[in-house]
């Protein structure tokens, strides 16, 4: 430790003598006596890692360049030789060259008095400089001893500083790997997050490259690496995903395989009995030079290895600079610190984690996706006339989303939309009819105003009208055959079969009536009165117990004035948006998506109140709701897929959902963008 500890002293003092014992145990420094700098004409000055102890006379020498610098650097200390008295002087008698350096001040007593003061501030300053102050006749073992003690003092200072600055840098390595933590926590989507991940990675360490491999299984035996990502300050380079073993011969491998960190100050200069070895076709191919590297393992919660992170070239003094040419890599480059690769380690760690996580909510939101789709097809089987209505209804919704987002004027200029909440509008489209597996079925699917099972019945009555007309008809030609004779009954039953023919055309036309009353189109008035007179038909069955052509069941469907449902089913079929709402709002939701229910229970309602089930207006309809609804009518207008009405063209479509904007029913600035961005091509051309 002798080269790093330094005892200066004045040429020609008391302390010379005293220093000049300590020679063979310390370096001596002999400063001249005008204290500007030392006896070989450099100036008064430390250098890194030395520590001095000065010796002084303080009678003779003259202190102010050393107090100075006592003050100023940590790694000095003072050790004056003399009395109190001489140690507080305001200005010292000392003399320089046999002269007086500076005498007391001199004039009137009150210039004497502030001279006074003044000088005992800077002699007391000057006491408190020295570490020790010993009297000029102490012995030299006792000099000695009080030396090693200043050093001592000085050593124990740069621990106590290097511990503090160990603590601070240890509390900003906390926090930056906390800022890093719950960045990449917060962070969902795998590619971002391996980016992320690699440049926080860069950041840390001051490494100007790196690359990034994840572990892959092949077989239940059998995993391998992948390259995932590459990240170069210096140098641009196309870049493709490649696989590689999981083995000894590269230092990726040999980490995924050991779960070893390797830090290599040159990679160019690795152990030839190492394993692992160094590829240099990148540096060839693309003129880069690798030297440092620090390859180390992320590990999860089991410990396992499911990743490897390489970085390349640490630029600690520069980490702005590029390096453009090995001379630019020669001046930067330096080994990886040991605490940079701890830092990176404990980083390599939360980022699996995150990783992990990441890869776990990405599988969570992958399986409720296909539950997502297989309850919406499920649904929708059982009502196959609206099958990939909401699959539509979502596509169209969220082309208009888009849209709306990238709206530079009007009234949504400044609508945007989150990557999450662009997922509640696609979810809530895909489950906004979600409630019919609360509807009856056969109200569900019905196309007609009768039920298939009661049209059937009257199919068979009436078919049962008709053969009891051809029976008493033939009856009644028999009777006659047998009760006349062959020319009068001949002459009976002409009229007969004419009365027959008409009767069988009136049941035809009876039938044909309740079967055009039975389609679900708007019935004109006069139609109601024809089916009364229906009703008002009698036959009688096998047992002669007479019916009806028509039950009032029969007719309270068949007159149903719009449409195939009654006022009952209408209600039923409504109710479907309530069994949506209340089935929605039992799923757990997370956070960022939590307006899926809200969202998909008003797409039947109209801004002017008049929709349903809750009759809301525009200031209780979210933005989101009304782009579905608007979506919603016009794929239940033009989708071909529906038995109890025509599809109507795109055009005819867009004039009624134009037509409901007037009225206020629909969001018009909405619509407009919906028809001027012909959002309604994304399901019209997958249907053609």
Same mark, same amino acid.
Request: with cysteine; charged share 25%; glycine share 6%.
């Given at each position: ?33 005008? #204290? ?40 000095? =200390? ?29 004039? $009137? ?69 906390? =800022? ?14 391996? &980016? ?38 210096? =140098? ?9 073993? *999981? ?36 540096? /060839? ?20 290895? %499911?990743?490897?992170? /390489? ?69 929708? /089987? =059982? ?11 979502? +596509? ?17 200029? #400044? ?78 039953? $002409? ?21 055009? &009353? ?54 039923? %079929? ?5 069994? +949506? ?11 960022? *998506? ?26 209780? %309809? ?10 919603? %009518? ?5 989708? &071909? ?14 004039? *009624? ?25 994304? +399901?019209?051309?997958?249907? +053609?």
């Amino acid at each position: 430790m002798k080269s790093q500890k330094e005892l200066w002293y004045y040429r020609g003092s008391c302390a010379a003598k005293l220093a000049g014992e300590l020679k063979a145990k310390l370096a001596l420094r002999e400063l001249t006596a005008d #204290g500007s700098g030392d006896a070989r004409g450099s100036r008064l000055a430390v250098a890194d890692g030395k520590l001095v102890v000065c010796l002084l006379d303080l009678k003779r020498d003259d202190i102010a360049a050393l107090v100075r610098l006592a003050a100023h650097h940590p790694n000095v =200390r003072l050790v004056g030789l003399g009395s109190g008295s001489e140690a507080n002087a305001a200005e010292p008698s000392a003399t320089v060259g046999g002269k007086s350096r500076r005498g007391p001040a001199r004039g $009137s007593a009150t210039g004497s008095a502030r001279g006074s003061a003044r000088g005992s501030a800077r002699g007391s300053a000057r006491a408190s400089a020295l570490f020790a102050l010993l009297p000029r006749r102490t012995p030299p073992e006792q000099v000695e001893r009080t030396i090693a003690a200043a050093f001592e003092n000085i050593e124990l200072s740069v621990r106590e500083r290097s511990a503090r600055e160990d603590l601070a840098r240890a509390e900003r390595e906390m926090e930056a790997l906390n =800022r890093i933590g719950v960045a990449l926590s917060a962070e969902r989507d795998i590619t971002r997050l391996l &980016s992320l991940i690699l440049s926080k990675m860069r950041e840390i360490t001051a490494a100007d490259a790196g690359s990034l491999y994840m572990v892959e299984k092949v077989s239940d035996r059998e995993q391998r690496l992948r390259f995932k990502l590459t990240q170069n300050d210096s =140098r641009q380079f196309p870049f493709a995903e490649y696989t590689l073993p *999981i083995n000894e011969t590269s230092m990726a491998g040999h980490v995924a395989l050991n779960g070893e960190v390797i830090n290599i100050p040159d990679a160019y200069a690795i152990a030839p009995a190492l394993p692992y070895h160094f590829n240099p076709k990148y540096d /060839q191919d693309s003129g880069y030079r690798t030297r440092s590297m620090l390859t180390l393992p992320m590990r999860n919660t089991k410990g396992e290895v %499911i990743g490897v992170l /390489q970085l390349i070239n640490c630029k600690h003094g520069e980490p702005g600079a590029l390096l453009h040419s090995l001379e630019d890599v020669e001046r930067v480059v330096t080994t990886f610190p040991a605490h940079a690769a701890r830092m990176a380690l404990s980083l390599a760690s939360q980022a699996a984690v995150a990783y992990e996580n990441s890869k776990l909510y990405q599988d969570i939101e992958t399986l409720f996706e296909g539950f997502v789709k297989a309850a919406v097809t499920a649904i929708e /089987q =059982r009502d196959p006339t609206t099958s990939g209505h909401s699959f539509r209804v979502s +596509t169209l919704t969220v082309g208009l989303a888009e849209t709306v987002d990238r709206c530079p004027a009007g009234a949504y200029a #400044g609508t945007h939309f989150t990557r999450e909440q662009m997922k509640e509008i696609r979810y809530a489209a895909l489950l906004h009819d979600f409630g019919k597996v609360g509807v009856r079925e056969e109200v569900l699917v019905k196309a007609k105003k009768l039920y298939p099972w009661q049209m059937g019945m009257l199919k068979q009555r009436f078919d049962y009208i008709r053969k009891e007309m051809e029976a008493r008809h033939t009856q009644r030609k028999l009777q006659y055959f047998l009760e006349r004779n062959r020319e009068e009954a001949l002459s009976l039953i $002409s009229p007969l079969e004419e009365e027959y023919v008409h009767r069988l055309a009136e049941v035809d036309d009876y039938f044909q009536t309740i079967l055009e &009353s039975n389609e679900p189109t708007v019935l004109p008035g006069g139609k109601f009165d024809r089916l009364l007179e229906i009703a008002r038909q009698t036959f009688s069955d096998a047992h002669g117990t007479e019916h009806n052509y028509l039950d009032p069941e029969e007719i309270r469907f068949l007159s149903i004035p719009k449409g195939s449902l009654d006022p009952a089913e209408r209600v039923e %079929i409504e109710s479907h948006v309530i069994h +949506t709402f209340n089935f929605l709002t039992q799923i757990p939701w997370t956070k960022e *998506i939590s307006n899926i229910p809200g969202i998909a229970r008003g797409h039947h309602e109209k801004l002017d109140g008049s929709g349903y089930p809750y009759q809301l207006k525009a200031e209780d %309809i979210p933005v989101q709701t009304r782009m579905m609804t608007i979506c919603d %009518i016009f794929d239940a207008l033009s989708a &071909s897929d529906r038995p109890y009405k025509r599809a109507v063209p795109s055009d005819r479509a867009l004039d *009624i959902l134009a037509s409901e904007a007037k009225r206020q029913q629909l969001d018009g600035e909405l619509f407009q963008m919906f028809a001027d961005a012909r959002i309604y091509e994304l +399901t019209t051309k997958q249907q +053609t």
